[in-house]
């Protein structure tokens, strides 16, 4: 996992947000931590957003130390923590794009801060992929040259056969033209 290290920090006099890590780049089927932290004063309510060039889809929104109403889509694929971070698991390419999260305290005042996640396929399958079919290839080839050694060893032993009993006829007609003289 690559980690960008530039911080971002919103104060604010209601609501103040901390973003630590805001891109993040991933592989299929991690765990994925979308960490922030904030500080305002009472209970907020805080929101986690997806968007991607599909639009806008809701993830999860809950007030600390309740219970958090998770959407749909990602029902036993992310967890909250009380600082308002998530965490996603397994995540796919399909979860590539910007999070968004909002802190609104009790009074209105709100803050809200981007992660963006980029997650790419695992490089080294398809490279195994690779790496054994060329394997297979060149068991392919080292079998074909081996039939292709025997056949070439069978035919010259057969040529030579022939030859020899060419030969012996040759030799037997000429043995024979002599005899009837």
């Not at 971002?8 to 780049?25: D, F, R």
């Not at 998770?70 to 600082?83: G, L, P, Y």
């Not at 050694?149 to 009993?165: G, L, P, S």
């Amino acid at each position: 996992m690559c980690h960008n290290l530039t911080h971002t920090h919103t104060p604010c006099q209601g609501v103040s947000l901390y973003i630590p890590q805001p891109a993040i780049n991933a592989t299929v089927e991690e765990d994925i931590l979308l960490s922030v932290d904030y500080s305002c004063h009472g209970i907020p309510t805080i929101e986690w957003k997806y968007t991607s060039s599909w639009g806008v889809q809701k993830i999860v929104e809950w007030k600390p130390g309740t219970q958090a109403n998770i959407s749909q889509s990602h029902k036993d694929r992310v967890c909250t923590f009380d600082n308002g971070s998530i965490q996603l698991f397994s995540v796919g390419v399909r979860d590539s794009g910007s999070y968004i999260v909002t802190v609104t305290e009790r009074l209105g005042s709100s803050r809200f801060g981007t992660i963006v996640l980029h997650v790419s396929e695992i490089l080294y399958e398809d490279l195994h992929f690779v790496a054994v079919f060329l394997a297979f290839l060149v068991a392919v080839a080292a079998l074909l040259i081996s039939l292709m050694w025997v056949c070439n060893k069978c035919a010259y032993k057969f040529q030579r056969k022939r030859r020899h009993k060419l030969k012996e006829s040759t030799t037997e007609e000429i043995e024979l033209q002599d005899v009837e003289c």
